[in-house]
């Protein structure tokens, strides 16, 4: 039961940062796109 919950919390972890990177990677680029517009 609580090797269950573990390997069940590390994927929900894992679900969690493939989720967050595409996010992470579109706010790079419009930062850096934004910083190109002022200067």
Do not use: H, N, R
């Not at 972890?13 to 850096?32: C, E, G, H, R, T």
Request: glycine share 0%.
């Amino acid at each position: 039961m609580f090797s269950y919950k573990k390997t069940s919390f590390t994927f929900y972890i894992f679900y969690l940062q493939s989720l967050l990177k595409p996010y992470l990677l579109v706010q790079m680029y419009a930062f850096d796109f934004y910083l190109q517009q002022i200067y």
